[in-house]
């Protein structure tokens, strides 16, 4: 018997009713990114009718915690050739509701008649599940706008939790902002339905480390199949160029040897001519070039570093049971006879099928499908951000 329940929800949210006779189902829940979820059935089964009715589902497990829920995607029809036709819905999480632009002063609304803000920046200085919490507010909850309001959409006091943070943000995605504030912050968020009512929740966690006692290997007796894959490093070598013109513009070189690949050396120029190498006259903002070079080359460092990830299937034991021993977001060590794989889960697959029944597969480490277009787009946002007084 299953411990799941796919629940499908209608327009307004509301309950419509369960799927139990799926072909196939997968859910992939992911810490500070977005989730997305699939389901395929039979085009004549009562399943396919509640799917195109509704607008959306729940994945809900045994103790009625809800592990997923989202919007539904345009469907695909598919067939196979001496087969019964499919229906094939697919979905992302609720957490993609929360796309929206900070607003430098949130309760001003912005016009097609013009407007402008009275602040240059949204601002707040606070621990870090405070100053998302009212980022989120501002923007996308009670506090915003009546026509920005995601409706529903329930906010829990702030617990204070994750490190101090200061943060300053002008027309930023309100979603990426929201990941970068919890990443800083030490936490982790999403977004889901409350399996009593239509209302969605913002759910905050605070990731462990549990790398010490939260160990995988085969000798351990908890570890079945798995996939580990490694890329090399994107960058070795950054030369930071600051503000000046011709043979006046100087330079900085910062270099990171990774270990496992010694012999790859990659250069890179990160154009820096906002920095100055002096302070001009009144200007009181100006930034020391030598400390500003190097946190710039530090990130870039970080974002090209070699990625090594595992993907796994991981067997109960006693005291090693997801969602009540480890989580989301939690650093744990997988023993391969490669060597020690320490990171944090990044994703958790959920999926179900007749013959395979329920299985929940975490990944550590980089997102294994595509880690340099994950950090491409921090790059950009970090680009972008260089750019954000120019708004």
């Given at each position: 018997?299953?411990?799941w329940?796919?629940?499908?929800?209608?327009?307004?949210?509301?309950?419509?009713?369960?799927v139990?006779?799926?072909?196939?189902?997968?859910?992939?829940?992911?810490?500070?990114?977005?989730g997305?979820?699939?389901?395929t059935?039979?085009?004549?089964?009562?399943?396919?009718?509640?799917?195109?009715e509704?607008e959306?589902?729940?994945?809900?497990?045994?103790?009625?915690r809800?592990?997923?829920?989202?919007?539904k995607?345009p469907?695909?029809?598919?067939?196979?050739?001496?087969?019964?036709n499919?229906?094939?819905?697919?979905?992302?999480?609720?957490?993609?509701?929360?796309?929206?632009i900070?607003?430098?002063?949130?309760?001003?609304?912005i016009?097609?008649?013009?407007?402008?803000?009275?602040a240059?920046y949204?601002?707040?200085?606070?621990?870090?599940?405070t100053?998302?919490?009212?980022l989120?507010?501002?923007?996308?909850?009670?506090?915003?706008?009546?026509?920005?309001?995601?409706?529903?959409?329930?906010?829990p006091?702030s617990?204070e939790?994750?490190?101090?943070l200061s943060?300053q943000?002008?027309?930023?995605?309100?979603?990426?902002?929201?990941w970068?504030?919890?990443?800083?912050?030490?936490?982790?968020f999403?977004?889901v339905?409350d399996?009593?009512?239509?209302d969605?929740?913002?759910?905050?966690?605070?990731?462990?480390?549990?790398s010490?006692?939260?160990?995988?290997?085969?000798?351990l007796?908890?570890?079945?199949?798995?996939?580990?894959?490694?890329?090399p490093?994107?960058?070795?070598?950054v030369?930071?160029a600051?503000g000046?013109?011709?043979v006046?513009?100087?330079?900085y070189r910062?270099?990171?040897?990774?270990?496992?690949?010694?012999?790859v050396?990659?250069?890179e120029?990160?154009?820096?001519?906002?920095?100055?190498?002096?302070?001009?006259?009144?200007?009181?903002?100006?930034v020391?070039?030598?400390?500003?070079?190097?946190?710039?080359?530090?990130?870039?460092?970080?974002?090209?570093a070699?990625?090594?990830?595992?993907?796994?299937?991981?067997l109960?034991?006693?005291?090693l049971?997801?969602?009540?021993?480890?989580?989301?977001?939690?650093i744990v060590?997988?023993?391969?006879?490669?060597g020690?794989?320490?990171?944090?889960?990044?994703?958790?697959?959920?999926?179900?099928?007749?013959d395979g029944g329920?299985?929940?597969?975490?990944?550590?480490g980089?997102?294994p499908?595509?880690?340099?277009?994950?950090?491409?787009?921090a790059?950009?946002?970090?680009?972008?951000?260089?750019l954000k007084?120019?708004?």
């Amino acid at each position: 018997m299953s411990d799941w329940q796919i629940w499908v929800r209608g327009h307004g949210r509301e309950w419509l009713g369960i799927v139990d006779d799926e072909l196939d189902f997968s859910a992939t829940a992911r810490h500070l990114a977005l989730g997305a979820w699939q389901v395929t059935v039979e085009a004549a089964s009562p399943s396919a009718d509640l799917l195109l009715e509704g607008e959306g589902l729940a994945l809900i497990d045994a103790d009625g915690r809800v592990l997923l829920s989202g919007p539904k995607r345009p469907m695909e029809r598919g067939r196979d050739p001496g087969s019964d036709n499919t229906l094939t819905f697919t979905g992302v999480d609720d957490t993609a509701l929360l796309s929206r632009i900070v607003y430098p002063s949130p309760a001003t609304a912005i016009t097609s008649t013009g407007t402008k803000h009275t602040a240059q920046y949204w601002t707040r200085n606070a621990p870090a599940e405070t100053v998302l919490r009212d980022l989120i507010s501002a923007n996308a909850g009670t506090s915003a706008l009546a026509d920005r309001r995601v409706p529903g959409l329930y906010l829990p006091a702030s617990q204070e939790r994750g490190a101090a943070l200061s943060s300053q943000l002008r027309l930023d995605n309100l979603l990426d902002a929201a990941w970068e504030i919890a990443r800083t912050g030490g936490l982790g968020f999403h977004v889901v339905q409350d399996t009593e009512s239509t209302d969605l929740h913002l759910v905050v966690y605070e990731p462990r480390d549990r790398s010490r006692e939260i160990r995988f290997g085969e000798h351990l007796g908890n570890l079945g199949s798995y996939e580990y894959s490694a890329t090399p490093p994107e960058v070795t070598d950054v030369i930071v160029a600051i503000g000046g013109e011709g043979v006046d513009r100087r330079f900085y070189r910062y270099q990171r040897r990774d270990p496992l690949w010694p012999g790859v050396v990659i250069e890179e120029v990160l154009d820096a001519r906002d920095l100055s190498q002096e302070p001009g006259d009144g200007d009181e903002e100006w930034v020391n070039p030598d400390a500003a070079s190097e946190q710039r080359a530090t990130e870039r460092l970080d974002d090209g570093a070699a990625t090594a990830s595992v993907t796994f299937e991981p067997l109960e034991v006693d005291g090693l049971r997801f969602g009540a021993d480890y989580a989301l977001g939690d650093i744990v060590t997988a023993e391969l006879d490669l060597g020690d794989v320490t990171d944090t889960i990044r994703e958790v697959r959920y999926s179900r099928t007749p013959d395979g029944g329920e299985l929940i597969v975490p990944s550590i480490g980089e997102p294994p499908d595509q880690p340099q277009i994950y950090r491409r787009v921090a790059a950009l946002r970090r680009d972008v951000d260089q750019l954000k007084t120019r708004r």
